[in-house]
């Protein structure tokens, strides 16, 4: 999906952009996902500043938070992750400009703005960076080790988030039954 903005409109006028995009439209980050569903919150906020020699810098501040789940790397079944990154941009002209100035910038990353600046593809990006390299869950609640307890395990939210999957999960564990229990 493509949302531009006027990056040199957004840092005059010092406005706040608050809004949310839909998971399913984000497909680039819904394919890194187990499902699509729910949505990612962005604040993006824009300021300007004059040097003293008079030289004008624009800037941006951005902010994302989701919940999101990804296949766990050891069980498969769906992981809850908090997704949240807060990033700070310095806006410059050119792409070129950018690559130059970029690696100097200890404090912002520096980029190419403009007025067809594609602010979906941004956060798109700092979502994908966010996420986890290995999501698992912190204790795997196997389908084995879940019908032989004796309905000793913890109620709370990760229990009623793991539930839904239960039924795929056993299917699954059929396949892959020695896999799972070794592990
Ligand atoms: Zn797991």
């Excluded at 010092?14 to 499902?35: K, V």
């Excluded at 069980?75 to 941009?89: I, K, Q, T």
């Excluded at 795929?168 to 039954?177: H, M, P, S, T, W």
Aim: aromatic share 4%.
């Amino acid at each position: 999906m493509q949302q531009t903005i006027d990056t040199s409109e957004l840092a005059r006028a010092g406005s706040e952009l608050h809004g949310e995009y839909s998971l399913a439209r984000l497909q680039r980050l819904g394919s890194l996902l187990a499902d699509c569903d729910g949505s990612l919150a962005r604040r993006l906020r824009g300021w300007r500043e004059r040097a003293v020699d008079g030289v004008v810098q624009d800037f941006m501040a951005l902010s994302i938070a989701a919940t999101v789940r990804m296949a766990c790397v050891r069980c498969n079944a769906p992981v809850a992750v908090e997704l949240s990154a807060e990033r700070g941009y310095r806006l410059v002209r050119s792409e070129a400009e950018a690559e130059r100035l970029d690696l100097d910038d200890q404090q912002y990353d520096v980029l190419a703005g403009g007025r067809h600046f594609d602010l979906a593809a941004l956060v798109e990006d700092e979502a994908m960076m966010a996420l986890p390299a290995i999501p698992r869950h912190e204790r795997c609640e196997l389908p084995a080790a879940a019908a032989t307890a004796s309905g000793a395990a913890t109620p709370g939210a990760e229990d009623e988030r793991a539930h839904p999957f239960a039924a795929l999960e056993r299917l699954k564990n059929g396949a892959q039954n020695t896999d799972i229990i070794e592990d």
